[in-house]
């Protein structure tokens, strides 16, 4: 079966959720610390987390001199306080060892995606998924981070096979999607897989992708589908 086309799964997804614009939420090394906090979390409890850490230190050097403990103290709320603590002071000394002292990611700036990516890779707890938020949302470069909802959807809707590992999504889906269009492609795959296209019972009788989606047979007998047909018939 033919794959749906990108341009318009982005364009049927922006006219229902508007259009996302990519602005940089915050430095490089900030997302991605904000990124290993929210492993395992959701948004709701890593920003506090988050913005408890920022607080409660001058700068990342600071952070990255003090103990685990010290770091896990602000970042509770998270979960997984002390396991994060030691990744994002891992992280940042072994940053400051290869950067001569300097614990800055601006140099990814000049660097292409895929050897900005491999190098983030280097560092202790730094996978594909960590690596592509700093690269997309500090740098705006065309790296797309696969989460759990683009996962579940590019599958639903054939664009990634039933076999296809998480690790191997991000590559599949970077080949296909335009790199002008990765930002948005991202930002409405999560936004309908969090309120339509969910992990149980998708809401395919009001998707506005059921005419492009391979999955939309296997879901489609769902309570809201046979709402809409009685509707309609009325
Ligand atoms: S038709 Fe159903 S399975 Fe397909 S994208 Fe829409 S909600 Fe998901």
Request: with cysteine; net charge neutral.
């Amino acid at each position: 079966m033919e794959k749906p086309d990108i341009n318009c799964i982005i364009t049927l997804l922006s006219r229902e959720y508007g259009e996302p614009s990519w602005q940089p939420d915050r430095e490089p090394l900030g997302t991605l610390v904000q990124t290993i906090l929210s492993q395992h979390t959701s948004d709701k409890n890593s920003h506090p987390a988050y913005r408890a850490l920022v607080s409660a230190f001058p700068d990342w050097y600071a952070v990255a001199d003090a103990s685990p403990w010290e770091i896990a103290a602000p970042i509770r709320g998270g979960g997984l306080a002390e396991i994060k603590a030691k990744r994002i002071k891992q992280a940042l000394n072994e940053i400051r060892a290869s950067r001569s002292g300097c614990i800055e990611l601006d140099f990814l700036n000049e660097l292409s995606v895929a050897e900005a990516r491999e190098w983030l890779k280097q560092l202790s707890g730094v996978g594909t998924k960590t690596a592509s938020c700093v690269l997309l949302f500090s740098l705006g470069k065309p790296a797309l981070p696969v989460d759990t909802h683009i996962y579940r959807v590019s599958k639903r809707l054939g664009l990634i096979s039933e076999r296809t590992s998480v690790e191997q999504a991000h590559q599949a889906l970077e080949n296909m999607v335009p790199p002008e269009e990765v930002y948005r492609f991202h930002v409405l795959l999560i936004e309908h897989g969090r309120k339509v296209c969910k992990a149980v019972r998708p809401r395919c009788g009001i998707c506005v992708l059921q005419k492009l989606c391979p999955a939309y047979g296997e879901y489609g007998n769902n309570q809201e589908t046979i709402a809409k047909i009685q509707e309609t018939s009325r």
